[in-house]
T-cell receptor, first 114, second 111 residues
Framework: DTEVTQTPKHLVMGMTNKKSLKCEQHMGHRAMYWYKQKAKKPPELMFVYSYEKLSINESVPSRFSPECPNSSLLNLHLHALQPEDSALYLC?????????????FGPGTRLTVL | TQLLEQSPQFLSIQEGENLTVYCNSSSVFSSLQWYRQEPGEGPVLLVTVVTGGEVKKLKRLTFQFGDARKDSSLHITAAQPGDTGLYLCAGNGGSNYKLTFGKGTLLTVNP
């Protein structure tokens, strides 16, 4: 099973709202990722968690707050977003050993900020 | 900074035609992935190549990894409308966690 799940599928929020995106995988992967993707562009890395610890933050604004409660779950908390934050948000996971680190992506959450 | 030059950026062909997409770099990658993505969906992994000179086949799709592990190609034989989508190459370089993505090839196969 190479499935990464994400909820919700679609999210519309105002600039003063607080919302959360959720991601789950049961492949035993210990690295999990958040990406942001604009239409017809490649994904842009936001955060990487390795063994439930934040490993990489690609200078993401603090209105995005990641959380990794356990090895299977990854959240992205959203607060005071801007309209330019509207995008497809992708979660991915991978192994952390064994030679190569193929990333498996979830279906994404389409976020619209009004 | 590692770069992956992917070409062509756009490709519109008729059903039944063949096509090749290229990803080239001056950097060496330990592995390279190809993904296909449909609008509003996440990228779906097609293949991972890890050995220089490696060729992998997935039905009508053939993937090659260059001998020096700096370039890769995706060849589709007898394209079908269901092949329509954004094709992304992505390489693992110096960091285990950071992928270098090509800019993508938007393929449209017309019936």
């Amino acid at each position: 099973d190479t499935e990464v799940t994400q909820t919700p599928k679609h999210l519309v929020m105002g600039m003063t709202n607080k919302k959360s995106l959720k991601c789950e995988q049961h492949m035993g992967h210990r690295a999990m990722y958040w990406y942001k993707q604009k239409a017809k562009k490649p994904p842009e890395l936001m955060f990487v968690y390795s063994y439930e610890k934040l490993s990489i933050n690609e200078s993401v604004p603090s209105r995005f707050s990641p959380e990794c409660p356990n090895s299977s779950l990854l959240n992205l908390h959203l607060h005071a977003l801007q309209p330019e934050d509207s995008a497809l948000y992708l979660c991915a996971s991978s192994l952390t050993s064994g030679g190569f680190y193929t990333q498996y992506f979830g279906p994404g959450t389409r976020l619209t900020v009004l | 900074t590692q770069l992956l030059e992917q070409s062509p950026q756009f490709l519109s062909i008729q059903e039944g035609e063949n096509l090749t997409v290229y990803c080239n770099s001056s950097s060496v990658f330990s592995s390279l992935q190809w993904y296909r993505q449909e609008p509003g969906e996440g990228p779906v992994l097609l293949v991972t190549v890890v050995t220089g000179g490696e060729v992998k086949k997935l039905k009508r799709l053939t993937f090659q990894f260059g001998d020096a592990r700096k370039d890769s190609s995706l060849h589709i034989t007898a394209a079908q409308p269901g092949d329509t989508g954004l094709y992304l190459c992505a390489g693992n370089g110096g960091s285990n966690y950071k992928l270098t993505f090509g800019k993508g090839t938007l393929l449209t196969v017309n019936p």
